[in-house]
């Protein structure tokens, strides 16, 4: 390996470990990636990490823990870039769920004795306390997207990751459109694509994992839903799962409720 | 009714961060504990409340290496709730994706996980600069168990095709084909891993395991089953998956974010490959079985280290039993079968690469889920795990022994992933400390 090889670095909070798995995942593509870049700090792959700074950090799962506010400071500094992998990291994860019901209650759910758990009242996304570079979305990414990103920072430009909806991949697709053709209710309107409409593709409707597009009519969506059937709390639901407290999947679940 | 949640329930990391602290006193343990702080992400409570279809996706993201496990826990034990059983071709469909998680996980773990320890390597990428041809085969096996996924399920990581009652589309014929060659191929290289395994050099352990594995009249359970219990000597003990609550019991400990299981009042039981091989190595398939007796696995492996070779067995029965599937297909009449939710209680376990893995889920009269109860396997394995490393380190603390600490905290990240505990805890056994007193 050249000795002036850019130095990665993946990072885990709170989270489920798929969107770093996808990395393994790149089963082609994996020992060329290695021999380009010196995959400097992966404790999911190697027992044996090297200290920083890293040239592109990328970093899976939100902040759910007073440590875990320091330790992203840290991360932060010692990384040139940083890039935030999926939607715990983006946006908080189905974690963030805490948020509406108050984490008290939930720890006292699930253990005995609460008073054990460190944990912070909400689940918050990185880009909430440090800067971030970039944003790769998903629950979990896409493998073709992390790859565009890690060559797109090997070759200094940003990554070609489309912002548009799900609708654009359906249609490049070829799908039939579940909504209009089977009235099965599907947030591929309002969701941003990157999947390449995999739900639609199997008779399913967008769940919407990859989160809210860029200025989505949420309001127009939640009218169409309603007609195929769907009930003010099911909507609220569909709104509070991956993505949660998105500004625009917030606001969709408030006007869902508010005309409920 | 909070107050009993709580007592059973806790959902834990099924991977986590980890650590281990151990103290002695004039060579003797006297406290040895295995520290999970992964953060808590509450599903139990965060599953209150939601549609009775909603908790296979979103109980697949408590695992990114093996959601589909969770998902399956989840469809049966609603399922079971709703009076719906899931039969016949559609069945078959759900096992096919579950061996394509088998074989995806074991592979990872194999070839870039645990492999390397035994070589004298950091890492399977480390491994792949001296010896690529390895590599390559286990991300070829990786890859084949991957696309059994993607096919069926639409991607490997939290696949989008599962539903309570079945699938949204069932695969035709034509689309699983390609499948299958590959799967035949993945099949040799299963044979040729258990082959390599077996003639790693391991150091000469055993311990007396009380094992819990699902077990089913047919088949080396792994979707479904009653629940079997041994020493791996005479007949063993069973009990109902709809049971499970007053045999298996969790407890908090101030350590970890993990809950430790108990077996009939008893800690330290061990579920994951071991167990399932010790409770059913006959109903493997016949190759998988000539493959365990060419490795020399007898009819119970009690060596946490030859785990590996074990999990490279359950890789040649897991392509051995999909090709079978594969090669019968035909595709069933419909995607799912109707799952009305209706108010009650229903369980469902199935045996997820690591291990058994529980769901409990009380419905309410709105469908909704009222109540959710999960028991990965870590939970059950950390107190077991914590055993093994005792007896691993008891006799290297004896009075006059000094062996370095980067030693011992090498053999015991060893120990620690000879159970496949997850994935990032796997590697992640830095923060070790010994002290001496």
């Known amino acids: 390996m050249d000795e002036q090889a850019p130095r990665l670095a993946v990072w885990k909070f709170a989270s489920c470990d798929g969107c770093q798995l996808t990395l393994l995942d ?126 797109a920072f090997l070759a200094g430009r940003r990554p070609v990751v489309p912002a548009h909806s799900v609708c654009v991949e359906c249609k490049a697709r070829g799908n039939v459109c579940v909504m209009v053709a089977h009235g099965t209710p599907c947030l591929g309107p309002v969701t941003q694509a990157g999947c390449g409409a995999l739900c639609p593709s199997f008779n399913r409707g967008c769940y919407g994992c990859f989160g809210p597009m860029e200025s989505p009519n949420a309001a127009g969506l939640n009218h169409w839903l309603r007609g195929l059937g769907m009930s003010t709390p099911e909507l609220v639901r569909i709104y509070r799962t991956y993505h949660a407290t998105t500004e625009p999947f917030q606001r969709a679940a408030e006007e869902a409720e508010e005309h409920g | ?152 399920g639409g991607r490997p990581i939290h696949p989008v095709n599962v539903r309570v009652g079945g699938f949204y589309r069932v695969p035709a014929r034509a689309e699983l084909a390609p499948v299958a060659e590959r799967l035949r191929r993945a099949r040799d290289d299963a044979l040729a891993t258990v082959a390599w395994v077996a003639g790693f050099d391991f150091p000469d352990v055993e311990h007396d395991y009380r094992f819990l594995a699902l077990s089913h009249p047919e088949e080396y359970a792994i979707l479904s089953g009653g629940v079997a219990t041994g020493d791996g000597r005479g007949t063993p003990e069973g009990f109902a998956v709809e049971d499970w609550p007053e045999h298996v019991i969790e407890e908090q400990v101030p350590h970890s974010t993990a809950l430790h299981a108990r077996l009939d009042g008893e800690s330290g039981y061990l579920v994951g490959a071991l167990a399932r091989y010790a409770l059913n190595a006959a109903r493997l398939s016949p190759l998988a079985r000539e493959a365990a007796a060419a490795a020399g696995l007898g009819p119970v492996c009690r060596n946490p280290f030859r785990a590996i070779v074990v999990r490279a067995v359950e890789i040649v029965h897991a392509c051995d039993e999909a090709l079978r599937i594969l090669d019968g297909y035909t595709e069933p009449d419909r995607p799912s079968v109707p799952v009305e939710p209706r108010p009650g209680v229903g369980h469902g376990a199935s045996e997820a690469p690591r291990g058994t893995l529980y769901h409990r889920y009380r419905l309410d009269e709105d469908g909704l889920v009222a109540e959710a109860d999960i028991v990965p396997p870590t939970a059950q394995n950390q107190a077991r795990i914590e055993e093994d490393l005792r007896d691993l380190l008891a006799p290297r603390l004896a009075p006059g022994l000094d062996p370095p600490e980067t030693e011992l905290a090498a053999l015991c990240e060893r120990a620690i992933r000879n159970h496949d505990p997850c994935i990032s805890c796997s590697a992640h056994f830095l923060d070790f400390r010994l002290d001496r007193g």
């Open chain 1, 26 to 151: 790149c089963e082609d593509e994996l020992l060329s990636v290695a021999a380009r870049l010196e995959i400097a700090y992966f404790l999911e792959a190697s027992s044996a990490p090297g200290p920083g700074p890293y040239d592109l950090s990328l970093v899976e799962g939100s902040i759910t823990t007073p440590e875990d506010l320091e330790r992203i400071r840290h991360v932060r500094r010692v990384s040139r870039r940083l890039v935030t992998i999926g939607a715990c990291a983006t946006a908080g994860g189905v974690q963030a769920l805490r948020d509406f019901a108050g984490v008290k209650e939930f720890a006292s759910v699930v253990y005995a004795r609460p008073d054990y758990i460190a944990t912070l009242d909400r689940s918050t996304p990185i880009s909430a306390h440090v800067p971030v570079d970039f944003e790769l979305r998903g629950c979990p990414i896409d493998r073709r997207q992390l790859l565009e990103v890690i060559s």
């Open chain 2, 1 to 152: 009714m909070t107050h009993k949640t709580v007592r059973i329930g806790g959902l834990t990391r099924v991977e986590g961060e980890g650590g281990l602290v151990v103290h002695a006193r004039d060579g003797r343990i006297t406290g040895l504990e295995l520290r999970i702080y992964e953060p808590p992400r509450f599903f139990e409570a965060l599953l209150r409340g939601r549609g009775h279809t909603e908790p296979p996706d979103i109980t697949a993201r408590i695992c990114g290496i093996c959601p589909v496990a969770y998902q399956m826990s989840a469809c049966q034990a609603i399922e079971a709730a709703c009076g719906a059983e899931v039969t016949g071709p559609l069945r078959d469909l759900r096992l096919l994706l579950y061996y394509g998680e088998w074989i995806e996980s074991h592979a990872l773990h194999v070839y870039l996980l645990h492999a390397p320890d035994f070589l004298g390597y950091d890492s399977g990428i480390a491994l792949a600069a001296d010896r690529r041809d390895l590599v390559e085969r286990g991300l070829a096996l990786k890859k084949a168990g991957n696309e059994l996924i993607a096919v069926i």
